[in-house]
């Protein structure tokens, strides 16, 4: 990857975080909590969401060392469970909104690309980086493992007599999120390859990326 081509990801990923927890925030306040809006987090300025580790140094050092991951995150938008009108959904609603924001620009960009093929070059590249990246956010997020959104949304399905299940993930949560980052990322992978060909409608579609 050239590195005006690592500039334009790193970019990519910064603000599909931002509008990953900005989802979050809007979907939040929806359901009755302001914490986020108060605190000034509903806005597209990325100094408010920016963490300097997880938004800048990770994913820049992942890129460059050509590792094959586009990893990190931004700062989580503050909300408070006990303010949202659906007691019962309302995380799991909240948690979903981030990779369904993700899944939704993957797929805005994604068709242009199947059905505009008379995009410069250039332009498809970027595209198909918006696709990636956002497949990848959408996907990893939703694994089951704490603090990812997928086991908020678990939590949320549990019965009450599953807690067990929800006291290990939460106690070793770290640990497995660490086993899934370096040893389950290649399948990712593949799924987001299998996800981008369904939306793009190409077999070689991340080959356009190199």
């Not at 990857?1 to 929806?30: D, P, Q, R, T």
């Not at 899934?180 to 579609?205: A, D, H, K, M, T």
Request: net charge positive; with cysteine; aromatic share 14%.
């Amino acid at each position: 990857m050239a590195g005006l081509e690592i500039i334009i990801v790193i970019i990519i990923f910064l603000f599909s975080v931002i509008i990953h927890e900005l989802a979050h925030g809007y979907v939040a306040l929806a359901l009755g909590d302001l914490t986020a809006q108060r605190a000034g987090r509903l806005t597209l300025n990325p100094i408010k969401h920016l963490d300097p580790i997880g938004s800048i140094i990770l994913p820049a050092f992942l890129i460059l060392s050509g590792s094959g991951m586009v990893f990190g995150w931004a700062k989580p938008v503050p909300v408070n469970p006990y303010n949202f009108k659906d007691k019962k959904w309302g995380n799991a609603k909240v948690a979903a909104a981030g990779p369904l924001a993700n899944i939704c620009l993957a797929l805005i960009f994604g068709l242009i690309i199947r059905f505009i093929p008379v995009l410069p070059d250039p332009t498809i590249k970027i595209f198909g980086f918006i696709v990636m990246v956002n497949l990848i956010l959408a996907i990893f997020n939703l694994i089951p493992v704490p603090p990812l959104d997928g086991s908020h949304i678990l939590f949320s399905i549990l019965p009450k007599s599953a807690q067990s299940i929800k006291i290990a993930l939460s106690r070793y949560g770290l640990i497995l999120l660490l086993f899934v980052i370096f040893f389950l990322f290649r399948y990712i992978i593949w799924i987001v390859f299998w996800f981008g060909y369904f939306i793009i409608g190409n077999p070689e579609w991340m080959t356009i990326l190199r």
